[in-house]
């Protein structure tokens, strides 16, 4: 079975930083995409960061560029997520998923879109002095 | 970035019901929508990708539908274990973003 789990959050003050991990097992890893997806409490889901196989390639979202770095290591079959300078607002549930991005061609046009599947149980994370 | 918003924001449904859950793209995002299911205190679940495509193992009562930027999720015959909020995600550009969920409660 596909399995990923997190680990290394907790509750850090604001200014500080926090390095989550992300293990995962039952897939050829170094094969996928993997991302993160957070989820504020109470509230719906915002998309973080994606790296692509190879580890070269990789995507955040706006608020969290310069402070947060996505990473991996393909031999250990783990996803990272160092968040530096956190404040309050990045107080949430992590998820790392697969990223099943892929290429999808119709008459020579190609598309690579991101979707999820599946999620690891999640990570919380309390910025709060 | 793209705006993704749903509607209903909440619905009330009784099992057996058919339920629609649409979703609409600030612009074109051709099908390249997603849908999931999550439940109280548990990770999301991917239902459909590419706007129509069903994942693996869910249950063939959810269909979707749509291109451009209408999309609509379906069930066709409630069961006790759908009642759950559900979420649409759009996969055109980056930042990937998500609309801010249906949430399905039992009439």
């Known amino acids: 079975d596909v399995r990923l789990v997190e680990s290394g959050g907790g509750l850090v003050q604001p200014g500080g930083s926090l390095r989550l991990s992300c293990a995962a097992s039952?897939?050829?890893?170094?094969?996928?995409?993997m991302t993160w997806v957070r989820q504020a409490p109470g509230k719906g889901l915002e998309w973080v960061a994606n790296?692509?196989?190879?580890?070269?390639?990789?995507h955040l979202v706006d608020s969290v560029k310069g402070r947060f770095t996505i990473s991996r290591d393909n031999a250990n079959n783990a996803v990272f997520l160092q968040m530096n300078s956190l404040t309050v607002e990045d107080t949430a549930v992590y998820y790392c998923?697969?990223?099943?991005?892929?290429?999808?061609?119709?008459?020579?046009?190609?598309?690579?879109?991101?979707?999820?599947?599946?999620w690891g149980q999640g990570i919380l994370v309390v910025v709060s002095s | 970035d793209i705006q993704m918003t749903q509607s209903p924001s909440s619905v009330s449904a009784s099992v057996g019901d058919r339920v629609t859950i649409t979703c609409r793209a600030s612009?074109?995002?051709?099908?390249?929508l997603a849908w999931y299911q999550q439940k109280p205190g548990k990770a999301p679940r991917l239902l459909i990708y590419?706007?129509?495509s069903l994942q693996s193992g869910v249950p063939s009562r959810f269909s979707g539908s749509g291109s451009g930027t209408d999309f609509t999720l379906t069930i066709s015959s409630l069961q006790p274990e759908d009642f759950a909020t559900y979420y649409c995600?759009?996969?055109?550009?980056?930042?990937?973003?998500f609309g801010l969920g249906t949430r399905l409660d039992i009439k």
């Open positions: 998923a697969r990223d099943l991005r892929a290429n999808y061609c119709t008459d020579g046009v190609c598309f690579l879109p991101s979707w999820f599947d599946p």
């Open positions: 039952g897939f050829s890893f170094s094969d996928y995409w």
């Open positions: 790296i692509k196989d190879d580890g070269i390639e990789k």
């Open positions: 612009q074109d995002i051709s099908r390249w």
């Open positions: 590419a706007a129509s």
């Open positions: 995600q759009q996969a055109y550009s980056f930042p990937i973003t």
